[in-house]
Nanobody
Framework: QVHLLESGGGLVQPGGSLSLSCTASGSDFNIIAMGWYRQAPGNQRELVAMVTRAGATEYADSVNGRFTITRDNAMDTVYLQMNSLKPDDTAVYYC?????????????WGQGTQVTVSS
């Protein structure tokens, strides 16, 4: 079993910055990718950014150039630096770790952290 602990988030004014982090703990889990999704009220959960263990990244068009995803493989931690935040970025942000437990494909999710962009 893998447990994800998120931190960061909060309230920020438009144009401001926030950072999120998420650390995985557990055993027998081979991580292949980690990242962030978000869900705003009334919307479906959507991809924000993903990074593979090798460092390849993927960003949603809406955040490309403003958000940066990084990872620390040794610490099993993923970070999301969010700059130039807009009110449309307001959502609950969920981290996810994707990989294998033994031969079984497994995805784990954090509990979610609220990001609110408002003046």
């Amino acid at each position: 079993q893998v447990h994800l602990l998120e931190s960061g988030g909060g309230l920020v004014q438009p144009g401001g910055s926030l950072s999120l982090s998420c650390t995985a703990s557990g055993s027998d889990f081979n991580i292949i990718a980690m990242g962030w999704y978000r869900q705003a009220p009334g919307n479906q959960r959507e991809l924000v950014a993903m990074v593979t263990r090798a460092g390849a990244t993927e960003y949603a068009d809406s955040v490309n150039g403003r958000f940066t995803i990084t990872r620390d493989n040794a610490m099993d931690t993923v970070y999301l630096q969010m700059n130039s935040l807009k009110p449309d970025d307001t959502a609950v942000y969920y981290c996810t770790f994707q990989g294998y437990s033994g031969d079984r494909r497994a995805d784990y999710w954090g509990q979610g952290t609220q990001v609110t962009v408002s003046s």
